[in-house]
Structures are given as C-alpha cells and as structure tokens.
C-alpha cells in the first residue's frame, strides 16, 4: 500500500514538472505553504532527487543506445560538407564562366555594330531603327551558333582567357607572367600574412591559385579590389604545412619554398581547409600531368617494332595475348564495403582517440594492396588514407608532447609509443619518448622541498631521480624491444643528459652551500649507492657520476686542506708555554707513567731532571 502511494506521488510529481507551464518559483512557494515542517521537505527532496537520478540513468540509458545512430549522423555530416564544398566550387566555376562571357562576346558585338553602322549609313529613319535593334541583340549577350561553337571547343582556350582577365583586372604586374599555354584560375582568396618568427601581422594579400603556380599579391588600400604583383611560386616546389591553433592565432597555414617560408591566416577555419585541399589537389594533378607528359614522350620509341609486328598476321596473335594479363593486373578491387568506409572510420577512431583500430585498419589495408598494381584509383585512397595518418601521428606526438599531464609516469606513453612504432615512425617516437620522460625528471627534480638537513634532502633527491631513471629504463626496453633503429644509443645519451641535470642539482646544494667535508663524503655515498642500483638491469652509470663529481670533490677536498692549515696556523700562534719544577722524583716519575700511557716513550722524557716544560691551558 505503501508502494503504491509512493509511485503514484512520483508519477504525479513527475508529470508536474515536464508540464508546459510549470513555474519553479511558485512550486516553491506553493510547497512552503502546504507542508507541515521539516520532515515533508526533507522527504520532498528525497522524491525530487530520486527523480533527476532516474532521468540521468534513461538519459545515459538512450546515449548508450543511440550511439550508433551519433556515428552514422556525424558521418552524414562529414559527407554533407564534402558535397557543400564541391557545390560552392561548382558555383565559384560556374560565376567565373559568367564573368568571362561578356568578354568572350565583346569583340563579336563590335563587329556586329560596326556592320549596322554602315548599313545605316545609307538608310534613313526605319534603317537605323533596325541598326539599334540589332546592336541591342548583340550587346544582350546572345551568342551566334558560330560563337558557341568556337567556345565549345577550344576549352583551353576560354581558362586562359579567363584566369588573364582575372588577373590583369585586379593585379598590376603581372602581365608579363601569364604567357603560358593552357594557364588558368583554380581558386583565389584574401588572407593576411604574419611574420614567421615573432608571428607580427605583415601585411593583407590576395591568393591566385593556377594549375601550375600561385600568385601572391598585395593588397592597394587606395584602390579598391586592386592589387600589386608581390610574388610567384610555381607548384613543383612548394610545400604547404598546416599550422596547429594556438589562441589568438588561428586558422594559419604555411608556404614552404626554399629556402624561404611564409605564414598566411585565411578568414575561418573553413576558408583554411578550402585552401588545404585545393592546394594539395591541384598539385596532386598537376604532378599527374607531368607524370602523363614524360610517358607520353617516352612511347615513340616503339613505335617501328608495333608496325613490323602488325605488318606480318602471324605475330598479331602471339603479341596480343599477353596483352590481356597486363590490362588486368591493372584492376584492384576497391568495392568492399570496409575499403570504401576505411577513410570515414579512421576519422571516427581519432575522435574517440581508438588508436590501435586506426592503427589495426591501416595495417589491415597496407596487407591487402601489399603485392598489387598503383593505377590511379588505389592512389587515390593512399592519398586519403595518407591525409588521415598525418593527422593520427599528429594526435599521437601531441599525446607525447610535455605539456600534456606527466603524473601518470612511464607507463602512460605507452600505447601512443607503440602505435608510432607500428606506424613505421620508431625514431619519432624514440625521440618524444625521452623528451617527454626528459622534462619528467626535470619538474620532478623542481618539485622536491629544499628543508632540514642536507643530507635529508639528497637521500629525496636520489630517490627521486634514480626512481625515475630506473622506470625510464624498463618502459624503454619494453617498448623498444626488437627495434633496430639505434634507440638504444639515443636512450645511452639522454642517461648521460639526464644525470648531468641530477649532478647540477645535487652540487648546488652539497658543494655550493659549503657543507663539511663529513657531510659532502655521506651525500657522495648516498649517491653512489643509488647509482649502483641501475646495474640491476645492465645499466651501469657509476663511471658517468664519478666523472661530472670529482671536480666537485676535488674542490672541496683543496678547500678543506686550507681550512685546516689556516686553523693550525691560528692556533700555534696562540699558544703559552712555561718551565715547571716538579720538584722531585717521584712527581717525575708520575709523569711518566702519564706520558707512557698517552703513547710517549721513556726515551723521549728527559731523566732525572727536576725541570719540565708543558703546555699552559
């Protein structure tokens, strides 16, 4: 009955609060009013509390069982701003193609009114009526069937038309660059260059991209949409480098071109990655261009051997069958559904940070197209398969980078160490590994308390370090078993780095604070035994540690020396001696049991004198 009660209380409280009008301030004060103390609050609360638990539970309930459907929905997405992307290129193509034609059409209207000029030359009134009506037809931008057809088919011809009237409208300069054959516009933006040193803004420019190179010019301020010719860089040499955000700096790429480099920043972060892609696809085409050409020019030297063989029937048939097997060794089977889907599921194991599936998927590809032909297609998913390991081995060094939380000791650049391993980029993840583990020791080393004896501290020190060391080591030959690459040695040097940063902390405060030599002699010892411990795994250091300390020890041992001389010397020069009369023998012979006793020989007392001289305290 209870039960009952309750879950009827709920139900009711529930479908109150997901009310459309429901009002939290007069609930509250409705609530105030209605109950009786304390203990109807207290219970009120529990119910609302037992409520938003059960809501948090369905709503992780559905996230958990939706979480296919968020995966097909951002990949939806993904393939929606792919097709945006290759529509607003469309566009951009198609408002060029417009903006030509009135150019294209000029010389042909001139024509067309100079022929109505004088043909109304000996007309009056209705001639030259006609004349206007026909100049009005030609200047309307209705192409003749001849004009259409000349423009048709000569493509080529109309890109360079159009990429010269471009250019020479908006850039002062550059006439005298654009004579070449078969040039045209692919892509052209503002963006606004930065100093590549101390990322100071330079300077506004305007981008033209062409087939086969790209224009930079700057931007007039006195005259509106008006340029001036700032530079040329053909494709062939020219690199271009996506740079990581670092706030305010953002939406930046860079123009690598020996031996100079140059930083542009576009608008958004949507304009940057236009420029990214079209930058890399048109040199990608244009690579494949010049790559047709050399094969082009290479073929006519077969020729003669084609027409001897095609010249006697009886060889046709030996020569074209195997021609066959060469036409197929060409096809690569792409049509599976995990090879197509391959570049959107990489996508999807970056973002949720699955690196060993990215890495297992990469591994799975480089196996199947291992002993098969490069045509165009398969290169074409390297390319984009190329795309989606830069920016994993982009995640992965970031993972490795020493910004990131070093509290999770060796052990924690584990897997980002192994997928680099097994992504072919051993030296790399050598390299992050120790720097990584570098700036480790070091914050570890600044953290420790400088308190209380000295002695004290340098057992914490050593314990610190050589601690560190030790894991260093063990994650190192774990993740780096079976590799042949020279990490070993790589790991030898930064051992060698390392402990020099150990020596400038332990000397700093064992020699240079002027500890006794008693003190300096127990820390060396200290050290040195914690130094031993790295034998246990074959790694024995003690050699590099006597070596960076015994200057260090030589200098307190010199240091001491003269203390001790100039303590010697202090103190002869205070002493008082005087005679004594002992008066008789056997005061002379209690002193030498005296002195016999402290080590001195009878010899050395003189016998049977009354007379003594001893120090005078």
């Known amino acids: 009955m209870v039960m009952a009660m309750s879950d009827s209380a709920a139900s009711r409280l529930r479908r109150q609060l997901e009310s459309g009008g429901f009002d939290p301030r007069l609930y509250v004060k409705q609530l105030s009013q209605q109950s009786d103390g304390d203990r109807d ?101 209705f192409p003749s069937p001849g004009g259409a057809s000349r423009d048709s088919s ?36 503002d963006l606004v260059e930065y100093e590549a040193d101390h990322m100071a803004q330079l300077q506004r420019v305007h981008g033209f991209l062409m087939n086969d190179c790209l224009l930079v010019a700057t931007w007039l301020p006195q005259r509106r949409g008006m340029y001036r010719y700032n530079a040329l860089y053909p494709l062939d040499g020219l690199a271009v480098v996506n740079v990581k955000d670092n706030p305010p700096m953002k939406d930046m790429f860079k123009l690598l071109m020996f031996p100079e480099s140059r930083i542009f920043q576009a608008e958004n972060a949507k304009i940057k990655r236009e420029w990214l892609e079209v930058l890399e696809e048109t040199k990608r085409a244009l690579s494949e261009k010049r790559r047709r050409e050399q094969e082009e020019a290479a073929a006519p030297r077969g020729p003669p051997q084609v027409t001897s063989k095609a010249s006697n029937p009886f060889e046709d048939e030996d020569d074209d069958e195997p021609a066959a097997p060469e036409v197929e060794e060409e096809k690569v089977d792409l049509s599976m559904e995990w090879i197509q889907e391959l570049p959107e599921d990489l996508d999807v194991c970056i973002a949720q940070r699955d690196f060993e599936g990215a890495v297992d998927l990469l591994d799975k590809l480089n196996h199947y197209l291992e002993d098969k032909p490069s045509p165009p297609p398969v290169k074409e998913l390297r390319a984009k398969v190329d795309e989606r390991v830069r920016q994993l081995t982009e995640v992965l060094v970031f993972e490795l980078s020493p910004d990131r939380s070093l509290r999770g000791g060796p052990k924690a650049t584990r897997r980002a160490v192994s997928q680099l391993i097994r992504l072919g980029q051993c030296t790399k993840a050598c390299e992050l590994f120790l720097r990584n583990r570098a700036a480790a020791v070091h914050t570890a080393i600044r953290q420790l308390r400088i308190e209380g004896a000295t002695l004290l501290y340098i057992h914490k020190l050593c314990h610190v370090f050589f601690t560190s060391l030790l894991e260093t080591a063990r994650e190192f030959e774990t993740d780096f078993a079976g590799t042949d690459s020279g990490c070993y040695s790589a790991f030898v040097v930064w051992a060698r780095s390392a402990m020099g940063m150990f020596v400038d902390a332990f000397s700093k405060q064992v020699f240079d604070s002027k500890e006794s030599l008693s003190t300096a002699a127990e820390c060396v010892k200290v050290a040195k035994e914690h130094c031993q411990q790295l034998g246990d795994i074959g790694l024995d250091l003690t050699f590099i540690i006597h070596a960076l300390l015994v200057k260090d020890i030589q200098g307190a041992l010199h240091s001491y020396k003269e203390i001790i001389i100039e303590a010697t010397k202090h103190r002869n020069s205070e002493e008082m001696w005087r005679r004594m009369n002992l008066m008789t023998p056997e005061a002379l012979g209690k002193l030498k049991e005296e002195m016999k006793s402290c080590g001195i020989s009878e010899s050395e007392v003189p016998a049977g004198a009354f007379v003594f001289i001893v120090l005078k305290k």
């Open 41 to 141: 609050l207290q219970e009120h609360r529990q119910r609302i509390q037992a409520l938003a638990e059960e809501t948090a539970q369905n709503l992780k309930r559905n996230v958990y069982q939706n979480y296919r459907q968020f995966i097909e929905t951002a990949r939806e997405i993904s393939y929606l701003e792919s097709e945006m992307y290759q529509l607003s290129h469309l566009l951009t193509e198609q408002k060029s193609s417009l903006e030509s034609i009135p150019l294209t059409l000029l010389p042909a209207a001139a024509a067309a009114a100079a022929g109505a000029a004088a043909a109304s030359g000996g007309e009056e009134g209705g001639g030259g009526a006609g004349g206007r009506d026909h100049l009005r037809g030609q200047a309307g931008f």
């Open 154 to 189: 000569g493509p080529g011809e109309e890109g360079k038309q159009r990429t010269l009237t471009t250019l020479l409208e908006k850039v002062e300069g550059c006439r005298h660059l654009l004579e070449t054959p078969g040039q045209y516009l692919v892509y052209n933006g």
